[in-house]
């Protein structure tokens, strides 16, 4: 069965420092999202993109926070510098069609856990 | 805005005994319904979906959701539990007026007791 893959699963970082997580969705599916999820909360979507184009990223703090899918199939999140309060789980999702369709199931890959010391 | 509720953190269940997850949800739109399980340090699986029809979806490893559109609920339930099915569960919502957007509740955390 055909799985979301991240990595790297852990990371520790001081503050200030950069990092970067990387994403590689099912293959095929179009669409792909970064949620972070804060110990104990449910996922919220920073960043949606289709294809190789961002269709939301409202909620991504843009000051430190980039997301790029250049070819449109994997996808890098970066934040530069690192704050204590980025400490979550990164989580990315993928789904076959997307914006195109409502019923769309996304499918979640195992996270990245970040730890900000 | 769209929401969504669950309010209970835990549940707690023996082993056998029938399961049920809570979730209300506010949408403006029609609703599309998910159910989300995830495991310690694991990222989320989904279990199922009601887009239209039947009340009553069937989904993965024995879960079943019961749609009650006048009571804006979608309750996750299991007819009997077992000690795998302790996990965090997530009930979330999708409206086409909200853009597609994924509204996820706060999670339950459920505890099978052998």
């Known amino acids: 069965e055909a799985e979301v893959a991240q990595s790297p699963r852990y990371k520790i970082t001081e503050k200030s420092q950069a990092v970067a997580f990387w994403c590689d969705p099912i293959?095929?599916?179009?669409?792909l999202y970064w949620y972070r999820q804060i110990l104990g909360q449910g996922p919220e979507l920073l960043v949606q993109f289709q294809d190789e184009s961002v269709v939301d990223d409202s909620q991504l703090p843009k000051d430190r926070f980039s997301a790029e899918r250049l070819k449109g199939v994997d996808s890098t999140l970066k934040i530069q510098p690192a704050e204590l309060g980025d400490s979550a789980m990164y989580l990315c999702?993928?789904?076959?069609?997307?914006?195109?369709?409502?019923?769309?199931?996304?499918?979640f890959g195992p996270g990245t856990r970040l730890t900000v010391l | 805005a769209q929401s969504v509720a669950q309010p209970e953190d835990q549940v707690n269940v023996a082993e056998g005994n029938p399961l049920t997850v809570k979730c209300t949800y506010s949408?403006?739109?029609?609703?599309?319904l998910f159910w989300y399980v995830q495991y310690p340090n694991r990222g989320l699986q989904f279990l199922l979906k009601?887009?239209?029809?039947?009340?009553l979806v069937k989904g993965s490893y024995g879960f079943e959701a019961e749609f009650n559109k006048s009571q804006t609920s979608f309750h996750l339930k299991k007819p009997s539990a077992l000690v795998s099915d302790s996990a965090l569960y997530f009930c979330a919502v999708r409206d086409r007026a909200a853009g597609n957007k994924l509204t996820f509740g706060g999670g339950t955390r459920v505890l099978v007791k052998p």
């Open positions: 293959s095929g599916h179009a669409t």
């Open positions: 949408v403006s739109g029609n609703p599309y």
């Open positions: 999702a993928s789904s076959p069609r997307g914006l195109a369709d409502t019923t769309d199931t996304q499918y």
């Open positions: 009601y887009i239209t029809g039947d009340n």
